[in-house]
């Protein structure tokens, strides 16, 4: 099992930044994939950003280019930065890790929410 705990959220103006963390215990080594979702009012949860074990990246169209996903192995950790944020990238963002290759098992963290307004 994975513990997921995410912090960094809050309220921020249109255009601001914010960067997002998510602390992550258990078995670590484990871990295929980690990313950031993000579940709106009324909406599904979405993707927004994912990381391989090896590296690779992957951006939801509408955040590429201000969003970037970055880990520190060593600290166990996954970061959002987010840089002009939008009205509509409010939403309670999600840490996910992958477990599991034949049978992928997903965890997830408590979410933290993002405001964007004036």
């Known amino acids: 099992q994975v513990q997921l705990v995410e912090s960094g959220g809050g309220l921020v103006q249109p255009g601001g930044s914010l960067r997002l963390s998510c602390a992550a215990s258990g078995s670590i080594a484990s871990i295929t994939a980690m990313g950031w979702y993000r579940q709106a009012p009324g909406k599904q949860r979405e993707s927004v950003a994912t990381i391989t074990s090896g590296g690779r990246t992957n951006y939801a169209d509408s955040v590429k280019g201000r969003f970037t996903i970055s880990r520190d192995n060593a600290k166990n950790t996954l970061y959002l930065q987010m840089n002009s944020l939008k009205p509509e990238d409010a939403a309670v963002y999600y840490c996910?890790?992958?477990?599991?290759?034949?049978?992928?098992?997903?965890?997830w963290g408590q979410g933290t929410q993002v405001t964007v307004s004036a």
């Open positions: 996910n890790a992958d477990l599991g290759v034949v049978v992928t098992i997903k965890y």
